[in-house]
């Protein structure tokens, strides 16, 4: 069974950049779908942006244009790269496949 570890989540200003990364145990190659995705304190946990094995990729409305869900088979890893970060985006984000989760990783945009 795959093993995710998430990081790089922070403390960032509205409107700043980060990059969350996710490393699987295994070769990601064939898994089908990854996603990404966070919960806000109080609320249910959402789906942020999802990758597939072909590289087509989804987002949530509320991230298109900001985000950008990328993966790189030769690292096993999965990426999120946030831009243009708002208050809104503060939430623990969180690695998927299959029906593993990582530990998750803190996100908290305030000035």
């Known amino acids: 069974q795959v093993q995710l570890v998430e990081s790089g989540g922070g403390l960032v200003q509205p409107g700043g950049s980060l990059r969350l990364s996710c490393l699987a145990s295994?070769?990601?190659?064939?898994?089908?779908?990854m996603g990404w995705f966070r919960q806000a304190p109080g609320k249910e946990r959402e789906v942020v942006a999802t990758?597939?094995?072909?590289?087509?990729?989804n987002y949530a409305d509320s991230v298109k244009g900001r985000f950008t869900i990328s993966r790189d088979t030769a690292k096993n890893a999965v990426y999120l790269q946030m831009n243009n970060l708002k208050p809104e985006d503060t939430a623990v984000y969180y690695c998927?496949?299959?029906?593993?989760w990582g530990q998750g990783t803190l996100v908290t945009v305030s000035s």
């Open positions: 990758i597939r094995s072909g590289g087509s990729t």
């Open positions: 998927n496949a299959y029906s593993t």
């Open positions: 295994l070769n990601i190659f064939n898994i089908q779908i």
